[in-house]
T-cell receptor, first 112, second 114 residues
Framework: GQQVMQIPQYQHVQEGEDFTTYCNSS?????IQWYKQRPGGHPVFLIQ?????EVKKQKRLTFQFGEAKKNSSLHITATQTTDVGTYFC????????????FGQGTILTVHP | DADVTQTPRNRITKTGKRIMLECSQT?????MYWYRQDPGLGLRLIYY???????NKGEISDGYSVSRQAQAKFSLSLESAIPNQTALYFC?????????????FGPGTRLTVL
């Protein structure tokens, strides 16, 4: 079945440093979604990427979808303490439309 | 989202007990999902339902069962709980007619099996 791997599992940064998490799928994806889970909270949808090579920005967050639609990344510029949490990628593909396979998540800690 | 509620929020039970986790939504979404979250393993899909008459197994359905009582309600049962089912359980919903088909999660149920 479809597998989605996400690295790193943990990332500690100083406030103001940049952060990147990477996601790789074992199969070609129809789309990829990103979610953020604050400590003690539930996952919240951030964005969806659909097109090969697509790049989307939300303020300090930049999301990319690979040309082969098998990998994606989330980059945060100049992290803030409000960025702490776990970031998940989730892929949907082929006959599994509407069903997401989540990566393991990257836990981001930002030190002030 | 407050539109997706889960009960109970916390539950401690003993090995062998039957337990039901309930999920209700007021978003009018047709699709509902049950996930479990374990440290380092992300969110793993247990069961999903694309409408009231459609129930599908996810990647880790063994030891679990579900019931879709109405469009707004989706329950997860553990017939005979075991300690490795200790986890954080999330219910989620989505709407097939939206552009992104993003999932909206409930607040979670923390289950401990002793």
């Amino acid at each position: 079945g479809q597998q989605v791997m996400q690295i790193p599992q943990y990332q500690h940064v100083q406030e103001g440093e940049d952060f990147t998490t990477y996601c790789n799928s074992s199969t070609t994806l129809s789309n990829i979604q990103w979610y953020k889970q604050r400590p003690g909270g539930h996952p919240v949808f951030l964005i969806q990427l659909v097109k090969s090579g697509e790049v989307k920005k939300q303020k300090r967050l930049t999301f990319q979808f690979g040309e082969a639609k098998k990998n994606s990344s989330l980059h945060i510029t100049a992290t803030q303490t409000t960025d702490v949490g776990t970031y998940f990628c989730a892929g949907s593909g082929g006959t599994s439309y509407g069903k997401l396979t989540f990566g393991q998540g990257t836990i981001l800690t930002v030190h002030p | 989202d407050a539109d997706v509620t889960q009960t109970p929020r916390n539950r401690i039970t003993k090995t062998g007990k039957r337990i039901m986790l309930e999920c209700s939504q007021t978003k009018g979404h047709d699709r509902m999902y049950w996930y479990r979250q374990d440290p380092g393993l992300g969110l793993r899909l247990i069961y999903y339902s694309f409408d009231v008459k459609d129930i599908n197994k996810g990647e880790i359905s063994d030891g679990y069962s579900v019931s879709r009582q109405a469009q707004a309600k989706f329950s997860l049962s553990l017939e005979s709980a075991i300690p490795n089912q200790t986890a954080l359980y999330f219910c989620a919903t989505s709407d097939r007619w939206t552009v992104y088909n993003e999932q909206f999660f409930g607040p979670g149920t923390r289950l401990t099996v002793l």
